[in-house]
Structures are given as structure tokens and as C-alpha cells.
Nanobody, 124 residues
């Protein structure tokens, strides 16, 4: 079992930056692939970024590539999402998710564990 708690969301102006954190419980955190998804107003939840258990591989949605960076610290059981050059269309609730194994999956159905989400609002 893995429990996930996100933090770091807030209100920021366009062009600004935020760093989201996702703290995980459980001794096997280092064996899980971690991902970030987001759900904007009236939209379906979509994949944002993912990182394998070792941190050696990452994958990003085209919409955030070059602006967002996903990283993890297995010693702290924490995964991060650094978001730069934020745009109003990045406004969403951001969710952390975990799946066992080393394969990145961009589908929400591939993740067994989810956090409660943190709101990110980007003003124009």
C-alpha cells in the first residue's frame, strides 16, 4: 500500500513558477513508477509527467515539455514537479499517482494509488 499527499499548489501569475511535492508512505516507494496528472475545469484528467523508480527515465506530455521537470528523492519518499513558465491553461488540480514496476504508463487506469490533489491556478 502506498499513500500519497500532494502539496505546493497555489495561485501564480502567468510566467511564474511553482514546485509541487508528493510525499509517499510505504517502504517500497523506491520500487514504484510515479506520475503527475491534472484535471482542469470541465476537462478529463490528463497525464502530465512520469518518472521511473530509479529516476533514470522520465516522460512528459507535449503540452508541458520544456517547462516542467519531474524528479524524485527516494531517501525522502518524495516526488516533485517543477513547473516553470506557467500558462493560464495549466490551471488544474494536480494529482500524484503511483504504480508498481518500472514501466511508465500515460493512462490513468495504469495507476493504483492516487493522492487527493492540489490546486494550481495561473492568472493571466
Amino acid at each position: 500500500q502506498v499513500q500519497l499527499v500532494e502539496s505546493g499548489g497555489g495561485l501564480v501569475q502567468a510566467g511564474g513558477s511553482l514546485r509541487l511535492s508528493c510525499a509517499a508512505s510505504g517502504r517500497t516507494f523506491s520500487t514504484y513508477t510515479m506520475a503527475w496528472f491534472r484535471q482542469g475545469p470541465g476537462k478529463q484528467r490528463e497525464f502530465v509527467a512520469a518518472i521511473t523508480w530509479s529516476g533514470s527515465s522520465t516522460y512528459y506530455a507535449d503540452s508541458v515539455k520544456g517547462r516542467f521537470t519531474v524528479s524524485r528523492d527516494n531517501a525522502k519518499n518524495t516526488v516533485y514537479l517543477q513547473m516553470n513558465s506557467l500558462k493560464p491553461e495549466d490551471t488544474a488540480v494536480y494529482y500524484c499517482a503511483a504504480r508498481a514496476g518500472a514501466v511508465i504508463n500515460t493512462n490513468r487506469s495504469g495507476y493504483a494509488y492516487w493522492g487527493q490533489g492540489t490546486q494550481v491556478t495561473v492568472s493571466s
